[in-house]
């Protein structure tokens, strides 16, 4: 049992307050380096300002040997770049790994007056919320920091979705969700062999023609993460928190890359990972409504005066309904533009 009146009391003495509502940030790509490259770590300052949030990433990917300079370079860009309005997140290795608690010691205590938000891997249930929650309030307190650093759950094995609800209910520190394709096939003994995206062989086929049984009958291949994501935009938006797709590891195929965004982005996710620069101009084009989309909801709402009734527009029916999905583009557009001026140009032209 616990009452709804300790939700939002901090989880240790000298914590800070939880927040009651996780604040609209643009966070239309997540873009990851790993802290361990000279090389890479180095590019950081010039990224600042061209993406919306730069993550440093500890976890996979990072060789075994390459644990603790990854750690250090997190904590050296954490002190030395300045960020701006650019949001610094880290990926740290799962909580059953043995990088875990040095890499949260790290992350809170030396960097924690630089980073947003903390992404734990491979969460499987509450419990591991619960058990990141009360330890990063200490170490919060520790370090004195005055406001919260939030929680950012990938959903990359079946028990993490079986309990998505869940997880995404268990703390108010509890930022967003992002879908981990590749770990989850290979959790959930999917044939995929590949980093998100969809596969050739996962099809539906048109019946034979019965005059013609030999002739090439139509067939399409199909979304394999859409069960997934929207199970996953479900439970977010029941807490109050944000969906994101994750990684699209064929970074020569921009327009497949794109289309997978794209789904995600119709089906409520506000943003998805990009690993490697040419992957952030497809991110920051499909998560944000384009002119005309903007423009169509704008002419949707003014026709439609108190939001109410319904009305036939170029011969389509609107009403309350479709004026809320208006707002939704058009409250999306908004928050954008007031920290992007080339999209507050766009949409207010509507060109
Ligand atoms: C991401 O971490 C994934 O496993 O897809
Ligand atoms: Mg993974």
């Keep these: 049992m616990r009452s709804p009146k300790d939700f ?3 989880l240790a003495v000298g914590a ?37 949030v730069l993550v440093a990433n500890l976890e996979d990917g990072v060789p075994m040997a390459d644990k603790e300079a990854a750690r250090a370079g997190l904590i050296e860009v954490a002190t030395t770049v300045d960020f701006g309005t650019t949001q610094l997140w880290t990926r740290v290795n799962s909580l059953d790994s043995p990088w875990c608690l040095d890499d949260l010691q790290a992350a ?29 309030a200490q170490l919060e307190a ?73 002739a090439p009958r139509q067939h399409f291949q199909q979304d394999l993460w859409h069960y997934t994501i929207a199970r996953m935009v479900d439970a977010c938006v029941t807490a109050g928190i944000l969906p994101y797709y994750g990684p699209f590891g064929d970074i020569r195929d921009l327009t497949a890359c794109g289309d997978q965004f794209r789904n995600a982005y119709l089906l409520g996710c506000v943003g998805a990972w ?7 101009a497809v991110a920051k084009e499909v998560f944000s409504p384009s002119a005309a989309e903007v423009a169509h909801a704008r002419r949707v ?51």
Excluded at 25 to 34: G, V
Excluded at 129 to 136: E, G, N, S, W
Excluded at 322 to 333: E, F, G, T
């Design 8 to 10: 939002f009391r901090p």
């Design 16 to 52: 800070p307050e939880p927040l009651h509502e996780i604040p609209f940030r643009p966070s239309r790509m997540l873009h990851f380096f790993p802290p361990n490259n000279d090389k890479m770590r180095a590019k950081v300052p010039s990224l600042v300002g061209t993406v919306d």
């Design 108 to 136: 809170v205590l030396e960097a924690g007056h630089a980073v947003d938000v903390i992404i734990l891997p491979k969460v499987e249930g509450p419990e591991d919320i619960h058990y990141a929650d009360r330890l990063i």
């Design 142 to 214: 520790r370090a004195g920091l005055d406001r919260p650093i939030l929680l950012h759950a990938i959903l990359e094995t079946a028990r993490g979705v079986a309990n998505v609800e869940e997880i995404c209910l268990a703390s108010p520190r509890m930022q967003g969700l992002s879908l981990g394709p590749a770990d989850l096939a290979a959790n959930r003994r999917m044939k995929t062999t590949r980093v998100g995206g969809g596969h050739p062989d996962y099809l539906v086929r048109s019946d034979p023609d019965p005059d013609n049984p030999e």
């Design 274 to 280: 990009s690993l490697h620069p040419d992957q952030i």
């Design 301 to 351: 709402i003014e026709a439609m005066g108190d939001g109410t009734g319904a009305i036939m527009l170029d011969g389509k029916m609107e009403d309350d309904a479709s004026v809320k999905q208006c707002q939704v583009v058009v409250r999306l557009a908004e928050q954008l533009a007031a920290s992007d001026p080339e999209l507050a140009a766009l949409y207010s032209t509507g060109a």
